[in-house]
């Protein structure tokens, strides 16, 4: 069965630190990924995605993805956080023969000013 | 109002207790999602909806039991529910049944069992 792991459950910055969230997949075939996002009282939102392509993407906010296939990953980075980046991130796999979207358990980052 | 909506945000409810969970899209979308939202658990996909009808019923327990009358209305009914069912319910809404369209979420109605 799949499985998303996201490693780091609770990470802690300072503002202008970089940013790095692990996300591992369990599934052989072709998958689309994503990250969702759910800031302090919001809805949870999409925060990036990657089908094809590129392996790096950037999404909303400076926030970017890079795609491993050979690793297995799909790990969230950001150059330099802000305070308004605390939030919950939570990393999604869908494995492209199948109708399922699989979430990890997330990863809530606090960033202090 | 834009987006997903969900009634009531908060709800405390004995194990003896019926009482229904509202959520309503104003996105034009076709599919609608129930997910369970706990402590330190992935969120778990719970009910799908695709043009009205159920699509997928994640082995859930039949103290569950949605309803959707029409593309934007989705509803969760709840009956003698227990404690472990405490939890963030959480309702999305996507364009059509397809992973590869983004889902939307709504805020989420919190669910306590007494």
């Not at chain 2, 227990?82 to 049944?97: F, G, I, K, N």
Request: proline fraction near 5%; include cysteine; aromatic fraction near 12%.
């Amino acid at each position: 069965a799949q499985s998303v792991s996201q490693h780091n459950h609770h990470v802690i910055l300072s503002e202008a630190a970089s940013l790095e969230l692990g996300c591992n997949y369990s599934y052989g075939g072709t998958v689309n990924l994503f990250w969702y996002v759910q800031y302090p009282g919001q809805h949870l939102q999409l925060l990036l995605k990657y089908f094809s392509g590129d392996p790096l993407v950037k999404g909303i906010k400076g926030f970017e993805a890079e795609f491993i296939k050979s690793k297995f990953s799909f790990n969230l980075r950001k150059p330099s956080v802000q305070w308004s980046d605390t939030a919950e991130y939570f990393c999604a796999v869908n494995a492209r023969d199948t109708d399922k979207l699989i979430f990890g358990t997330g990863t809530r980052l606090q960033v202090f000013p | 109002e834009t987006g997903v909506t969900q009634t009531p945000r908060h709800l405390v409810m004995g194990m003896t207790n019926k009482k229904s969970l509202k959520c309503e899209q104003h996105l034009g979308h076709n599919a609608m999602y129930w997910y369970k939202q706990s402590a330190k658990k992935p969120l778990e996909l719970m009910f799908v909806y695709n043009f009205k009808e159920q699509t997928e019923n994640n082995s859930v327990p039949s103290r569950f039991s949605p309803e959707c009358p029409n593309s934007s209305h989705l509803f969760l009914h709840l009956h003698t529910l227990q404690p472990e069912d405490s939890a963030l319910y959480l309702c999305a809404s996507s364009q059509v049944r397809d992973p590869a369209y983004e889902q939307y979420f709504g805020p989420g109605t919190r669910l306590t069992v007494t």
